[in-house]
């Protein structure tokens, strides 16, 4: 159970007079100064039981006022305020107080003042309240909490009553001298108070400026880690930091020399200011000193003025430099891989300012160094891998050329049984297989490099479709799967390139009949469709086969990911590559490519969309007309569409029996492809060397040369150009490297033709014929 308050009643007065204020309040006075406030609550308490008392004096009648001694009951949590307090209530017979809570609220004024010291009372009590105003009066309550630590008894009450209750009327002269003591007693305090104002306000303009010059501090390392950050070539980001922090420190030469044996060239140096050309590559600012010769945990070096400094001056090239800063960067691991260093002509320049600023930025720099380091080698690394990815697919490529090139002389060996010959195509349906492995390892090199040529002219989607399900029957005829053609697109013509997009739809094709069961059906349909306001053609393909699992069919357009993986193997073969080969090809055209399965068995359909461009050629084939056809054998290349380049519909006609020098380092490449010319009626000399090749060429007069590129002394570049400069003499270069560069270098050396391995004697011929034939100076 909650105590109540103690409240005891002091005295009581009556204010019928005017002296009865005055009275009022030095009682207030007095009673505050035995009560234990310090002189200035004493006149605080005075003033707003003054402005109260007269209030009610001046506008009622019948007012009293009664000075009490409270102490208020425990409170349940601990408390900071005195539990004891004096109150003071005054009450009158009045009107009441007009518009009292817009008085409160400061929003009223009386044009006679009536109500106003209410507010005054309350910036100067603990408390102010209107117990309650109205026709009948008003009572007002007035408390202050007496100074924290003073306690007076129920005993001390009476003494204290006894000293100021008697009666005693105030003078008006000691009623004026004691306010005049007051006031000049306020005004001195007020006075202190100012001063005391102004020493807060100096210091928090002094912490102002504090807090100014560290947010400029923090944003400018913060404007300097930005640029650094967005650097990632080593010579691009020392040169980008030493510019800043030249520009920051008001230098007029900065330096930042880096030294990393491991690194070409081993010391690397960076200038900037108005005085960086004169002492660029000049070692005077004792740069190497500050590298070197530091004591360790020494963070930086700064002169003020050189000149006051014995046994230091730096005259480099005439220059007077008198204010110095050196600032070492040390890497993580402790190593010192640098240092910045800042001159000037003038002294004093550099601050400490500079210097925290240069702390922060020696540590940025340090991390930016490393990730210079870190992007370099990871950068390195991948271009290794690529390089080795190239350099594999070429070396698989040589030993595929004479394999293909024997087994072209097998075949055409007359009587040859039925079975060996039925063996031959088995081992060659599987080495042109493994062709198209090579080709998707070095096509994903080139993805990689961000080297794929797309050559895009207006094409007819639908024969492209045509060549790679043509290129595809057989293995389909021989899986026992129907190849179904609905190509239903009014319009069909796009701009791309048709050897890629070959690829793309051969990739496809292939796929959903290596994934179907014997006596599957793949189906191929297209339509056309308005997306976003633009004419698609979309083409899909889809199986009746093992499906897709939701959760991979994006999966599955990432390199090496299979769409079926059990007990960790690859149930199908393949590397993973053809699909993701296909979205990039598809995409470099501006086209989606994606792929959707109720799941596993369920089959999956591959969606192909392609904007269209305007049809050169009225569509001649309703819709239709292409349904479960394959159409006619389109002129592809081989099983393999991404070969280049493709033969022209039209052979040129040329007479057979060319007198050729063909060069190749493999031995069983020259001695097989010599003796499949031969039977074709050519007469070949074959040489293993740019040497022997030159020898056999001053002997002998040659109508074609047809060589490797990787020779072991030379190039077949060289090779053509040192041929060509003294004989009328055509060339057909032939390289495991096929991409345009390759291409573009063949035809610049003298070359008429640039074949890729592996070698078919079948694709051999035709460039023959084109590069020999009547139009072969435009081959």
Not at 85 to 112: F, M, N
Not at 336 to 341: D, F, I, L, R, T
Not at 372 to 395: C, G, N, P, T
Not at 471 to 482: F, N, P, V, W
């Amino acid at each position: 159970m909650s105590q109540s308050p103690a409240l005891f009643r002091l005295f009581r007065m009556r204010l019928q007079q005017e002296p009865d204020v005055v009275l009022c309040r030095n009682r207030a006075k007095q009673v505050a100064e035995k009560f234990g406030f310090d002189r200035q609550d004493q006149i605080r308490i005075a003033t707003a039981v003054s402005e109260i008392a007269r209030n009610a004096f001046r506008y009622a009648k019948n007012a009293s006022a009664e000075f009490l001694f409270e102490t208020a009951a425990a409170p349940k949590a601990p408390s900071k305020r005195n539990p004891q307090s004096l109150v003071c209530v005054i009450q009158d017979e009045g009107p009441g107080i007009p518009h009292l809570e817009e008085v409160l609220a400061g929003r009223y004024k009386s044009a006679t003042g009536m109500g106003m010291g209410i507010l005054g009372a309350h910036r100067l009590m603990d408390s102010v309240e209107v117990v309650e105003t109205g026709p009948s009066g008003t009572t007002v309550r007035l408390e202050k909490g007496l100074p924290r630590g003073k306690s007076i008894s129920k005993t001390d009450l009476q003494p204290i009553v006894d000293s100021v209750a008697g009666p005693r009327e105030a003078s008006p002269v000691e009623e004026l001298s004691s306010q005049d003591h007051e006031l000049l007693f306020m005004m001195e305090k007020v006075g202190e108070k100012s001063e005391e104002l102004v020493r807060v306000n100096d210091e928090l303009q002094e912490t102002n400026r504090g807090v100014v010059a560290l947010y400029d501090e923090l944003d400018t390392i913060y404007r300097v880690g930005h640029v650094l950050a967005s650097k990632l070539e080593l010579d691009d980001l020392l040169q980008a930091l030493i510019d800043a922090t030249t520009e920051i420190t008001g230098a007029e030469v900065g330096v930042f020399v880096y030294e990393d044996s491991d690194s070409d060239p081993p010391v690397r140096q960076h200038t900037a200011g108005m005085l960086a050309v004169e002492l660029r590559g000049d070692d005077a600012l004792a740069i190497h000193r500050v590298m070197h010769e530091c004591p360790p945990g020494q963070a930086m070096v700064r002169f003020d003025d050189l000149e006051q400094e014995s046994g230091v001056r730096l005259v480099p090239k005439g220059i007077v430099l008198r204010s110095y800063l050196a600032v070492p960067v040390v890497l993580a691991s402790g190593i010192q891989s640098g240092a910045m260093v800042f001159a000037h002509r003038s002294p004093g320049v550099f601050s400490e300012r500079s210097e925290r600023i240069l702390a922060s930025v020696a540590l940025q720099a340090a991390i930016g160094i490393e990730n210079a380091r870190l992007y370099k080698s990871v950068r390195s690394a991948s271009a290794a891998k690529d390089e080795f990815l190239a350099i594999l697919s070429h070396e698989l490529r040589n030993p595929l050329n004479p394999i293909f090139a024997r087994l072209s002389l097998l075949e055409g060996y007359a009587g040859m049984p039925l079975e060996a010959l039925e063996d031959i195509r088995l081992i060659r349906r599987n080495l042109e297989l493994e062709t198209r492995l090579i080709d998707d390892l070095l096509d994903m090199t080139r993805i990689s490099r961000g080297k794929v040529i797309i050559n895009r002219e207006p094409v007819d989607l639908h024969e492209i479709i045509e060549a790679a399900c043509h290129a595809c029957s057989s293995y389909a005829a021989e899986e026992r799967i129907r190849l179904e053609l609905k190509l239903e697109a009014g319009h069909r013509t796009v701009l791309g390139d048709s050897v890629r997009l070959q690829q793309v739809f051969w990739n496809l094709v292939n796929n959903a009949v290596k994934f179907s069961s014997s006596g599957g059906m793949v189906v191929v349909r297209t339509w056309n469709e308005k997306e976003k306001g633009q004419d698609v053609i979309r083409v899909t393909v889809s199986d009746s086969g093992s499906g897709i699992a939701a959760n991979r069919t994006e999966i599955i357009f990432q390199p090496f990911e299979q769409a079926e993986v059990k007990n960790g193997e690859n149930s199908f073969g393949g590397l993973g590559l053809g699909l993701a080969i296909c979205r990039s090809i598809v995409t470099a055209h501006e086209g989606e490519v994606s792929a959707r399965s109720d799941g596993p068995d369920q089959g999956s359909v591959f969606t192909v969309t392609l904007n269209l461009i305007s049809d050169p050629v009225k569509p001649e084939n309703s819709a239709g007309d292409k349904v479960g056809k394959l159409g006619p054998n389109p002129p592809v290349k081989s099983s393999s569409p991404v070969r280049t380049p493709v033969a022209a519909p039209l052979m040129p006609e040329a007479r057979s029996g060319y007198h050729i020098l063909l060069v190749d380092d493999h031995q069983d490449t020259r001695s097989s492809f010599k003796s499949l010319l031969e039977r074709r009626g050519h007469r070949v000399v074959i040489a293993g060397s740019v040497a022997d090749a030159c020898r056999e060429a001053g002997q002998t007069r040659f109508e074609l040369l047809i060589s490797d590129i990787g020779l072991p002394d030379a190039s077949g570049y060289d090779l053509m150009r040192t041929l060509s400069k003294d004989l009328e003499l055509k060339g057909i270069a032939v390289s495991g490297y096929g991409m345009k560069d390759d291409i573009a270098r063949s035809r610049q050396a003298g070359f008429s033709m640039h074949l890729t391995k592996p070698l078919r004697i079948a694709d051999l011929e035709k460039a023959i014929a084109e590069v020999m034939g009547p139009d072969s100076s435009e081959a």
